[in-house]
């Protein structure tokens, strides 16, 4: 089904199998006992492998449409661009992202249009994005256990409840129900995450994130100097997304710890923050995933266009120093007055290296040539043209 999480998949499979219990479906597809079923879960590979097809072409099928991996994808950091396959990205997911958030939610008016259009009712992926609280589509609050009962609809070793069939305490999910409507900001947070779940964006280096994040947040006026403002981003956020709602998808925000909870320190090549802060960052500083995607692969192509750039050589800058001084020296000797416009036109290229690279070397030999100049009489003469384009010719060469 489109966008059903993995543990929906094996649910549907323990239906239209006809097992009367859940061991024995445990048992047809991974062969073990009932274990837990997490947001990525374990014992996939198993699957991929019943499937027909080729293994590796099924694993990752499986966790690019059945598992929420393509949300964490840009977030989770590599050594190296290109260096991302959806295999190795699983092993970089923090624990704290595979174990805080097991659960199951769903949105009611879905599940009621889903059997409608589809012939089945479903757990859907987009729900289940860490810090998404409502449904994208209706606004709906999401429920994760029977609003007349309590009884959670996630369990440890357990399969997800059948959506067409009733609660123990009788009620119906796919009975009327007056749904709880969300604010606004909670709504577009839900349908940043699933915009970003189908993006399919690249798995990139943290240092890309970091300086994307760093790069729009002084677009967007949060800047101290060449510095990020964080405390003044971390005010404008509260201000936007609103006290109660990050306190119930933050826990770090919801203990009151603020200090540094806007972080580009990275632990392990990750940015030190759990996806919810990704997300909330990501939605305040871009607006839409489009936008979030175009400023990465900006960010990206200026980050492999600086890491192809030739490493520095000492010997070889000493060497270039050397030149470009005497070409200049030769210039200043052989022409009085001789300022840095008159240097940028006839000696360009050492005039640029020096300025880029030895600045200080070059305006005081400038200073130094015109202090000379003004304390005693010129004694140049009509030779001193041409002998200072025959240095001119000389030194060229000499840099060939």
């Known amino acids: 089904m489109p966008d059903e999480t993995f543990h929906s998949?094996?649910?549907r499979y323990h239906l239209l199998s006809g097992n009367r219990t859940e061991r024995e479906t445990f048992k047809d597809l991974f062969g073990t006992e009932p274990f837990v079923i997490k947001i990525i879960p374990k014992r996939i590979e198993d699957i991929a492998e019943k499937l027909p097809g080729d293994k590796n072409d099924n694993?990752?099928?499986l966790l690019a449409c059945n598992t929420i991996l393509p949300a964490y994808k840009p977030l989770l950091g590599i050594s190296k661009v290109n260096d991302g396959n959806s295999t190795s990205l699983v092993s970089r997911l923090p624990r704290r992202e595979v174990s805080f958030h097991s659960m199951a939610k769903i949105c009611l008016s879905c599940a009621q249009s889903d059997l409608i259009e589809t012939g089945h009712s479903y757990w859907q992926r987009s729900h289940h994005i860490p810090g998404v609280t409502a449904c994208w589509r209706h606004g709906e609050t999401l429920l994760q256990a029977c609003p007349t009962c309590t009884h959670p609809f996630y369990r440890k070793n357990k399969l997800l409840p059948m959506l067409t069939s009733s609660c123990v305490c009788g009620w119906r999910p796919l009975g009327s129900h007056s749904p709880s409507r969300v604010p606004e900001i909670e709504q577009k947070f839900a349908q940043f995450a699933k915009d970003l779940l189908h993006s399919d964006l690249p798995a990139v280096p943290s240092g890309v994130l970091a300086a994307c994040y760093r790069r729009q947040a002084k677009k967007n006026g949060f800047a101290r100097g060449n510095l990020m403002a964080t405390t003044k981003m971390f005010e404008s956020?509260?201000?936007?997304?609103?006290?109660?709602?990050?306190s119930r998808i933050d826990n770090a925000y919801a203990s009151g710890k603020y200090h540094q909870w806007i972080r580009t320190t990275t632990v392990n090549d990750q940015l030190d923050m759990p996806i919810t802060r990704h997300l909330i960052i990501s939605l305040h500083l871009f607006g839409d995933v489009k936008t979030f995607k175009k400023r990465i692969t900006e960010e990206l192509i200026l980050f492999t266009g600086t890491k192809s750039r030739?490493?520095?050589?000492?010997?070889?800058?000493?060497?270039?120093?050397?030149?470009?001084?005497?070409?200049?020296?030769?210039?200043?000797?052989?022409?009085?007055?001789?300022?840095?416009?008159?240097?940028w036109k006839h000696a360009y290229q050492a005039t640029l290296?020096?300025?880029?690279?030895?600045?200080?070397?070059?305006?005081?030999?400038?200073?130094k040539k015109i202090n000379t100049a003004s304390t005693g009489e010129s004694k140049t003469?009509?030779?001193?043209?041409?002998?200072?384009?025959?240095?001119?010719?000389?030194?060229?060469d000499s840099l060939k």
Do not use: C, M
Not at 237 to 246: E, P, T
Not at 355 to 367: E, I, Q, R
């Open 59 to 61: 694993l990752n099928e």
């Open 9 to 11: 998949r094996v649910t």
């Open 353 to 367: 290296w020096l300025t880029a690279n030895d600045k200080k070397w070059l305006l005081g030999v400038l200073s």
């Open 381 to 396: 003469n009509k030779l001193d043209s041409e002998y200072a384009d025959i240095i001119k010719i000389g030194v060229k």
């Open 237 to 246: 956020i509260q201000s936007k997304f609103g006290h109660d709602f990050l």
């Open 310 to 343: 030739k490493p520095y050589n000492k010997t070889t800058a000493n060497t270039t120093k050397a030149l470009h001084r005497l070409k200049v020296n030769n210039i200043i000797e052989a022409r009085t007055g001789a300022t840095l416009d008159y240097l």
